[in-house]
Nanobody
């Protein structure tokens, strides 16, 4: 099992930037595919971004492409989500997730381990 702890959420104005971090423990981080998902009130959890174990392959939701960047530092057991040009519709709880069964995925069902989430609120 992998333990994941997100940090970096907060309140930011539209157009601003923020970086989320997710620290992993409990399993060799460099063998994990990692993903970021988000869930707004009353909505289903949705895919945001994913990165392969080596960092060589990334995937983004269309809604964040060009604004968000996912990256990882395997030496620090941490995955990041750099968010630029934030919009009020980016407001949600952001979760990081780890998968041992696929090299990369945008499907939440393929992630077995989840963090507790961190709140991002973007004001207009």
């Amino acid at each position: 099992q992998v333990q994941l702890v997100e940090s970096g959420g907060g309140l930011v104005q539209a157009g601003g930037s923020l970086r989320l971090s997710c620290a992993a423990s409990g399993r060799s981080f460099s063998t994990l595919a990692m993903g970021w998902f988000r869930q707004a009130p009353g909505q289903e959890r949705e895919f945001v971004a994913a990165i392969s174990w080596s960092g060589g392959t990334v995937r983004y939701a269309d809604s964040v492409k060009g604004r968000f960047t996912i990256s990882r530092d395997n030496a620090k057991n941490t995955v990041y989500l750099q968010m630029n040009s934030l919009k009020p519709e980016d407001t949600a709880v952001y979760y990081c997730a780890a998968s041992t069964v696929v090299p990369i995925s945008r499907y939440y069902i393929e992630y077995a381990d989840w963090g507790q989430g961190t709140q991002l609120t973007v004001s207009s």
